[in-house]
């Protein structure tokens, strides 16, 4: 089975995070990977996307970043009516397990602790509709 | 100069006042005898004229006598008249005797004696005519006036006598008081002279105690001043040298990564030097930073118990590949009465075997390096060894052995041409030797070889008495489950009554096949593997669990190989088998505490080689790993000086972010220890920022460049 066609943006300050990131959606054979190195840079692209008219299905953010945060990212998604269907994905470490309950309420639909183990998520992934093994 | 002059001016003047002092004395002793001897004279004269006087009377006695006898014709008289004609007699002996010595006295004596001898005469001559009965006749005789005149003339001669001994006295006195007085005015003089001098000699001596002072004061503030500068200079170039080392790991990092990619030969070359090159600026900048450290008081030596043989052979085996290279052999021996476990710094005693090791080699094209250990003697638990470095290379000639444990200096300005290096290795090595409190000595010969001997002394380690994190073995409590594969009974025994000592759970069994079922079905935290066993050996064993289709539930557990010593080669085939570390028989309970905490606390692995499979594993031709250590590279460093500035500059938000970034970063290459630094950086609040963020910063840039070896040693792999 052909792995679906997605837009998937990756939202990092972190140089290495960003890389590892794609490279695991690489190895799941995920394509239209877009990187983004922080909130701002964001919330731009997201906004350019849905212009474009194919906004972002998966959006792997970042909790803890300099200048807008990961919430701030996943609320914009969250407002947005035409971004229903964009599925959010927070990367956050293990320091900010508290601020998970905010992340809930808005509808996140999952968590990946870093140090990113693969498997974990590729599990993910899957569950959430991308890529294969 | 000035002040040489001024010693000699106070001895001079202290001298002077002395010698008046002495020479007062003298001359009051000497007048004093003197004037006793003046006034024994005056006695004489006196004595003289008492002699005379009484001599005048016995004659004026004796003339009496005779006239009342010429007058009465009674013999009553006669008798006195005897009496002082014998005294008489007498009187002119003495009175000769007393004047001896004076001339112009003794002529008048003798003028007087025979004037008295005339005039007794005459006496006598009357008399004898009185007594025969010719008073008429001796009458006549006296009435003629011989006798009178013969008194009168005894009286004058006598007078005059008298008259010249009292001149002798008068003369005799005022020249005994001249003198007196003169005495005395010289000693009053020179007692005058001699307080004159010694109050100058003191005033001289007080102003240069008050110079010396000052000048004291002034060396001590100038000494303060150089040590102030030589402080700042240590400072300086502890500084300097991190600052150096952070961008220069970047440059031996990329280098390494570089050199993996696909080169032509002859950039390959290049590259080759431009790491060769940054390695010894590396190694040169770590050299500065350690002589800077004992420099400035900031090296503090660790006392932590340690294992002596497996840090020597440790030592040995990091340049025996090294020595192998240039076909030289290394010979290492270990008395057997140098107890394993000593208390000491056990890193900085490899530092100084290294040094002195990477020397032998690298003065040394053919021969045997030699490592001895003795014992010279155990002494309050305390063991004194001699520890010997000797190598049969190009040695040195004496003139240049003196300058050897100076900093920056090398024995030959030739040998850094040669053979490169710069000059602090044994500085630094005698530096660390005298502060473990022993010495370091040196005999070499030209040609011949170089041969260092190390007086040092350690503390021998107490078997009861591990300190790990300073928790005595007694506290020590290891929660684990731990198998044992063991085949002897007794050993059987030994390790179940200490693990349960250290409170593990533990199961027991004879052989390595039981104990590869029991991992299957099992949940352990350790195995004891004893090497020798029947069936499957700990060897074997050990592979069967290690092996990929291995049936075990945790294929990596931590093994720890039980072993004879005595065996050659025992250690390293079990630990090329797999097993992480070794146990020396006869077990010591120090020895299993320690190495079993120290792979059941799952001390965080420097370099996570999991971490990097996995990242290999993400993509079929590796290039993800390398991107990503070649971004790590790239960006550590800078985030490393980030830190450094953050909390220099005290901007704790700034510095916490930047390690949560970093923290992450980490983490995806594996640097576990790095990791777990810069997360204690980012979770520091309160007073501890202030406390310990510089202390974090630099351990997590040790550890970064710690990580950094590794990593290569990784990448040759």
Known sequence: MEPPKSQILIVDDNPMDRLLLQGMCKKLKLKGIQEAEDGNVALAKIDRALEMGHPFDLVLVDWNMPSASGLRVLQHIRQHPRMKTTKVVLVTGHSDQEKVEEALALQVDDFIVKPVDFEVFSAKLVKLGFGTF | ?717
């Open chain 2, 1 to 717: 100069m000035i002040q040489m002059i001024s010693k000699r001016r106070i001895t001079v003047f202290a001298s002077l006042g002395l010698f008046s002092i002495l020479g007062a004395l003298i001359l009051s002793v000497w007048s004093g005898h003197r004037y006793s001897q003046t006034s024994e004279w005056r006695n004489h004269s006196e004595e003289v004229l008492t002699q005379l006087t009484e001599l005048r009377v016995l004659m004026e006695q004796a003339e009496t006598a005779q006239r009342g006898y010429m007058l009465t014709k009674q013999e009553d008289f006669l008798g006195p008249y005897t009496e002082s004609k014998a005294q008489i007699e007498t009187a002119l002996k003495r009175i000769r005797a007393s004047i001896s010595d004076n001339l112009s006295q003794t002529q008048r004596f003798e003028l007087l004696t025979s004037s008295v001898l005339r005039k007794m005469e005459n006496l006598e001559k009357t008399l004898v005519l009185a007594k025969s009965g010719q008073h008429q006749a001796a009458l006549q005789a006296i009435q003629r006036g011989e006798g009178k005149r013969l008194m009168d003339q005894v009286r004058s001669q006598f007078y005059e006598l008298q008259a010249a001994e009292s001149a002798l006295l008068r003369e005799r006195t005022l020249k005994a008081q001249q003198e007196f007085e003169r005495a005395s005015t010289t000693v009053m003089l020179s007692l005058f002279a001699a307080f004159v001098l010694l109050l100058v000699a003191t005033l001289l001596l007080r102003n240069e105690v008050r110079s010396r002072t000052e000048t004291a004061r002034n060396l001590a503030k100038a000494e303060a001043k150089a040590q102030e500068a030589s402080e700042l200079k240590s400072r300086f170039l502890a500084n300097m040298s991190h600052e150096i080392r952070t961008p220069l790991n970047g440059i031996i990092g990329m280098t390494r990564i570089l050199s993996d990619g696909s080169l032509t030969e002859e950039q390959r070359e290049q590259l080759q030097i431009v790491r060769d090159s940054s390695n010894t600026l590396l190694s040169l900048i770590n050299q500065l930073l350690d002589l800077s450290k004992i420099e400035s008081g900031k090296l503090e030596l660790e006392r932590i118990h340690y294992q002596l043989r497996s840090l020597v052979q440790g030592s040995v085996s990091i340049v025996q590949g090294q020595a192998q290279e240039k076909g030289l052999s290394v010979d290492l021996a270990i008395a057997e009465d140098i107890p394993d476990l000593l208390v000491g710094d056990p890193l900085r005693l490899r530092q100084i075997l290294m040094n002195l090791l990477n020397n032998a080699i690298k003065f040394s094209s053919r021969g045997t390096i030699r490592l001895h250990f003795h014992v010279q003697k155990v002494q309050d638990s305390r063991i004194h060894l001699q520890i010997e470095v000797s190598d049969q290379g190009i040695g040195m000639a004496p003139e240049t052995l003196s300058k050897l444990f100076q900093s920056f200096t090398q024995a030959d300005e030739t040998i850094s041409r040669r053979f490169g290096g710069t000059g602090l290795g044994l500085a630094i090595t005698k530096q660390l030797v005298e502060m473990m409190g022993g010495t370091i000595s040196v005999e070499s010969e030209l040609g011949k070889g170089t041969s260092f001997r190390l007086q040092l002394s350690q503390e021998i380690g107490q078997e009861t008495e591990v300190s790990l994190d300073s928790s005595g073995p007694e506290q020590l409590r290891l929660s684990a489950r731990v198998l044992v594969a063991e085949d002897n009974l007794t050993n059987q025994k030994v390790f179940a009554a200490m693990l349960k000592k250290l409170g593990c759970e533990f199961t027991i069994v004879g052989d390595g096949e039981a104990a590869y079922e029991k991992l299957q079905h099992g949940d352990f935290d350790l195995v004891l593997m004893d090497a020798q066993m029947p069936g499957w050996d700990g060897e074997k064993t050990t592979r069967e669990i290690r092996a990929e289709g291995s049936k075990v539930r945790h294929r990596q557990i931590p093994i720890l190989a039980v072993t004879a010593s005595a065996i050659k080669g025992d250690i390293e085939r079990c630990l090329n088998a797999g097993m992480n570390d070794f146990i020396s028989k006869p077990i010591s309970f120090a020895d299993l505490a320690l190495k079993m905490s120290k792979w059941i606390h799952n001390e965080t692995p420097r370099l996570d080689l999991m971490a990097l499979e996995k990242l290999k594993d993400l993509d079929d031709d590796g290039l993800l790993l390398r991107e990503m250590l070649t971004v790590f590279c790239k960006l550590s460093p800078g985030s490393l000086l980030k830190l450094r500035q953050a909390v220099q500059a005290q901007e704790w938000e700034e510095m916490r972010r930047e390690a949560h970034s970093f923290k992450s970063s980490c983490a995806n290459v594996g640097a576990g220890r790095l990791r777990d630094l810069v997360q204690r950086i980012e979770a520091l609040h309160g007073d501890e920022l202030k406390d310990q963020a510089e202390n974090l910063i630099e351990a997590a840039e040790n550890e970064y460049r710690d990580f950094m070896k590794e990593l290569f040693r990784y990448g040759a792999a």
